[in-house]
């Protein structure tokens, strides 16, 4: 899976990112962190600036992960041919 | 307060709001970040894909068809949960996207996190939706949904 090494790397500096960076978004590399921002724009700005088109993680620092819910995909009713 | 009309009436067909859903044009392209990065090394810069976003005030984030994101040469930027009617949770790609709305007369929206997904369909007018456009961005505006007259209001 792509960014399968920096998302390991996130649960592993999960503990001390939420004691110094909670609510901030986390910008990794490989197994790099590279710096907490203030919004996922800023945090891709930079990524872009150091790595171009690679992957990076940017990802929100919080105690709970964030959820995609989506009732009519979930429901099957954007793609059902009724 | 720029405020706009959407009225989905035809003499021939009736209502397309019932049918169709509320539905704006929208182009989508890659970021500026990415754009300035790809001319700086002299590589090509993908062109936007235009078709239509269905209004979803039942999506939490908005989406974008992936196919579409990869056509843009964008890779994804984070995995998150996504929530499934059978209780069982799956992963969903985020990418960073562009996205303008011209029928609003709102252009080069940055959106730093969209969900990559099969959401492309053709509603029953022949639109081709490929963004489901979520609370995340609805946020931002005031929207009423006019039944009775076929027509929604925008305002931002």
């Known amino acids: 899976m792509a960014l399968e090494k920096e998302l390991a790397t996130f649960e592993k500096m999960k503990p001390s990112l939420m004691t110094n960076h909670n609510g901030k978004f986390a910008l990794i590399k490989d197994e790099d962190f590279i710096g907490a921002f203030d919004n996922a724009e800023n945090a891709y700005t930079e990524g872009v600036n150091r790595f171009g088109r690679t992957e990076f993680l940017v990802k929100k620092i919080s105690e709970k992960d964030e959820v995609y819910t989506n009732k009519s995909l979930c429901l099957g009713l954007v793609n059902a041919h009724l | ?156």
């Open chain 2, 1 to 156: 307060m720029p405020t706009f009309n959407f009225v989905f009436w035809k003499e021939e067909s009736g209502g397309f709001l019932e049918t169709d859903g509320p539905v704006i044009d929208v182009e989508i392209s890659m970021p500026k970040q990415l754009e300035a990065w790809c001319v700086k090394n002299n590589l090509p810069v993908p062109a936007p894909v235009t078709g239509y976003a269905l209004i979803d005030t039942g999506a939490s984030i908005s989406g974008i068809h992936l196919p579409i994101l990869e056509q843009l040469s964008l890779l994804p930027i984070d995995f998150i949960t996504l929530q499934g009617a059978t209780g069982i949770d799956d992963k969903a790609p985020v990418y960073p996207a562009r996205v303008s709305f011209p029928g609003i007369n709102l252009n080069d929206v940055p959106m730093s996190r969209v969900v990559g997904n099969q959401v492309r369909y053709q509603t029953p007018s022949g639109k081709n939706v490929i963004m489901l456009l979520g609370r995340d961005l609805l946020k931002h505006f005031n929207l009423i949904y006019n039944g009775t007259f076929n027509q929604i209001i925008l305002s931002y």
